[in-house]
């Protein structure tokens, strides 16, 4: 992939060109699939996945770094952020409509079971509309849980890409946090 | 946002830095007359202590797992009847990697699931994938098949690389490594070229190194479908004018001037990305960077790259202006061709700035000490790997035995010194259709072995001169009975013709002598065979082949211990190669010397665990001790992977003679319903019968094959099953009637 391209599809995007998402999102998408086939491989068992390395390469490759500033950056976290949220959503919806259809059959007590019972599967359906809500009434925390929870960066990293403090990162992650999870347990 | 919301976020965040038990009265202050505002936040920080896991790991270990799931094969699937899926391993523009098992070998095999192009381009390029691949060289990866799925998408299967790419190892490689990796690559690039295949995509991500030092390079040929791939098409929609789209994208810092200008590549066009490699290897950076591609295109067309010794201190000069001559603007400056590369990086390496004490680990050991002779030996036994592609394209044909059904392993190969006149122009069309035949000979199938006859014709035909073409008829035809069930007495006459019109061509040529003795020998021309096969040594004293046909001869003639010196030699010459080692393995029965052949034979089934003949083999030798019971285990386990006239003889005969006559009688019946389909031999037949005591019938069939004049009749010489009978007068008489030393 040729960075001078894909940073000019971002600059064109955040000038207003919304066509260029349509060419951006298969490229991320691509990349993104490229770097993720390479951790896999690189994996041993043990060994964790530097989760934020792997949307942090995927940008590397993507844009050019001579011409990066800051504006390009949050840009393309923005739109990762954005991709991946939707990439799990998509998966979240066909299996749901799997379960609710003729697949249901197929989906053993066993299986419901242990995915009720994990406390740290989420449902990504209700946390997506949740998301939308809270966007609603408070944007900018809601674009925080995207970059941290969906692309994976740290408080330092979010505060960069947000141009704001660290703890007001801090802050309103832990609002927005508590906020969502009223709204998934009600 | 709403003051409202805010107000909560400040309080909520204020409440959090008092301490749990002064939060009460801290929030009634804060709140005071508000109780909704009061309730809101109280209702948050309760939320909050529940939710202390809640999306505390981010999602993006899920979202590699789905992105990969998505659009990637599952485990398990099978491509085409014989290679199951095992994993993604890679994925780029040029399509998927996958590892899979190649169920019906029982190896490991990479697939790399092409992007869909117009069926012209398709064949072109998988045309050029065959010709390199053909070329059996070492520093280039082996292509086993290829194939399409059902959905019509082309795949192609190789070798599997246990290694890491050359993009990983950046940044840690020594000026050694560096100078082997580059050399190694450089013979790899002569070789194909020589064939007339330019690779013109040469990167980091295309070069392989495999866990013990070896390099592989990737993808010759493959770089063009990436003109034709609609999605990287769709990807670059901006493709600037200079920037001809026959690019690959993602590969622009290694392009070349001339392809930066849409000119045609050649040659040295691979040179030039490789020095970019070279460049990268020893500074961490590229040499052209620009801003955007047009910039970046301009810089290779102009700029100067930034002195190597700006980065690294260590480089012997004569390294340096040898990336210097890579990088080279104008192509008449660079090398004139890949070897000349690789001389230049030999002569660094073996001059006196590298001559350092090289650690143990280093690749730097498979360096020759004897550049194009081959003589030096590296510390893994193989011989050193370097300097075949400088030498020109060699010859290595796997080996004819009597092992019907054999595999066809990628084999360690010496460099040999070949005599100039063996190749026409490098890269003529009837060279191409000459590797082509050498590529389909490989698979060694009845079907391929036609279709390697067509090309070899093909090639005599443009080129009627092409000596190593006429071999290629005559190797082809001198196997035709085991695949195809051609008679012996019709195949060999025609295969002996085009090896004698190869040595008319060309008399000094050890390959038409190697084979052309190798005839003989199935003629049972015991004398002239051997005499074609010391000339052949005389000429080539480093071909392998021609030692295993040697060993052939001997072992059948009744001379057992020059037949040992013989195959020692071929195996010292291809340690890896399959073939020789089971001939190497079977050796030891010629003397009764079980306990080597056991050995040997262990070895061999540690490392090819499903190859049928090795456990064989291992039932001959338990025979030969006198373990029955366990030699009939060892025959049924062969029988198991593979229902041959071999495995069943071995069972029938070992059977018949520990007393299970029934099972023998059912296996002879099996035998003879399979003989008129030509898919046993007379002799095996007839070696069960022996066992069973039933000599009448063994001689009968014996003559079948006399008969029919085929070619490996000459193996009951020293077949153990006909131990019973060999000193009979009949036997004695058989042997006689084919020119065999007899009593």
Known sequence: MDPGASTQMLKEWSNGNALVLEELVPLVYMELRKQAARYMRRERPGHTLQTTALIHETYLKLVDQRQTDWKNRAHFFGISSKIMRRILLDHARSKSSEKRGGGAINISLDEEFTAAQDPKSVDLIALDEALDRLAAIDEQQARIVELKYFSGLSLNETAEVLKVSRTTVANNWNVAKAWLYRELTR | ??????????????????????????????????????????????????????????????????????????????????????SLIGSGGMGDVYLARDTRLNRKVAIKLLPFSSADTLDRVLNEAQIVSALNHPNILTLHDIGSTEKGERFIVSEYIDGTTLREKIGSLSVEEIVEISCQVSSALSSAHSAGVIHRDIKPENIMIRSDGIVKVLDFGIAKLAADSQEVRRLDPQTDAKNNNSMLLGTVNYMSPEQAAGEVADLRTDLFSLGVVMYEMLTCEVPFAGTDSADLVDQIATKTPEPISHFRKEVPPALLSIVEQC?????????????????????????????????????????????????????????????????????????????????????????????????????????????????????????????????????????????????????????????????????????????????????????????????????????????ELKR?????????????????????????????????????????????????????????????????????????????????????ALLGQDKKDEALAAFEKAVELERTGQTLMALGYASAISGSTEKANALVNELEQRYPRREALGREIAAVYAGLGDHEKAFSWLEKDFESRSTELSTISYLPPFNSIRETPRFQELLRRMGLPAN
Request: charged share 25%; with cysteine; glycine share 6%.
């Open chain 2, 327 to 531: 990088l080279e603007k104008k192509r008449e400056l660079r090398f004139a061709d890949a070897g000349e590369l690789a001389d230049a990086l030999v002569s660094v390496s073996t001059g006196d700035s590298l001559h350092a004490p090289a650690s143990g680990n280093r690749i730097a050991k498979f360096l020759p000490k004897n550049h194009k002779t081959g003589s030096g030996k590296s510390l893994l036994g193989m011989r050193p790997i370097w300097g075949i592609g400088a030498a020109g394209v060699l010859v290595i044909a796997l080996l004819v035995m009597n092992v019907p059904n054999y595999l066809t392993q990628p084999q360690a190969v010496a460099p040999q010194p070949e005599s100039p006149k063996q190749e026409p122009p490098p890269a003529s069309e009837a060279y191409q259709s000459y590797l082509r035949g050498k590529f389909l000979w490989n698979k060694r199938t009845g079907d391929d072995l036609k279709k390697a006859i067509t090309e070899f014709e093909r090639a005599v035909a443009l080129e009627p001169d092409f000596s190593l073409a006429y071999v290629g008829l005559a190797d082809c035809y001198s196997v035709l009975e085991f695949y195809t069930g051609t008679p012996a007495g019709e195949a060999l006459p025609k295969a002996k013709t085009y090896a004698e019109k190869a040595i008319q061509l060309d008399p000094g040529l050890a390959d038409a002598h190697a084979t052309l003795g190798n005839i003989y020998y199935g003629m049972w021309q015991w004398n002239r065979a051997e005499q």
């Open chain 2, 536 to 620: 052949a040594i005389e000429l080539k004293p480093g071909y392998e082949k021609t030692y295993q046909y040697y060993y052939l001869l001997l072992r059948d003639t009744g001379r057992p211990n020059e037949a040992i010196e013989q195959i020692k030699t071929a195996r010292d010459l291809a340690p890896v190669s399959l073939v020789i080692n089971v001939s190497y393995s079977r050796s030891f029965l010629l003397i009764n010397d079980y306990e080597n052949c056991l050995k040997a034979t262990k070895d061999l089934i540690g490392l090819y665990p499903q190859y049928s003949s090795n456990y064989v083999t291992l039932g001959y």
């Open chain 2, 1 to 86: 946002m709403s003051t409202e919301w805010h107000r909560v976020t400040t309080l909520f965040t204020a409440a959090l830095g008092v301490k749990p038990e002064a939060r009460g009265d801290f929030l009634a202050n804060a709140c005071d007359g508000d109780p909704e505002l009061l309730a809101e936040v109280e209702s948050l920080l309760r939320s909050h202590c529940d939710a202390a896991d809640f999306l505390k790991d981010s999602a993006v270990m899920e979202v590699a797992d789905r992105v990969i799931a998505e659009r990637t094969l599952p485990q398990g699937t099978f491509l085409g009847v014989q290679y199951e899926i095992e």
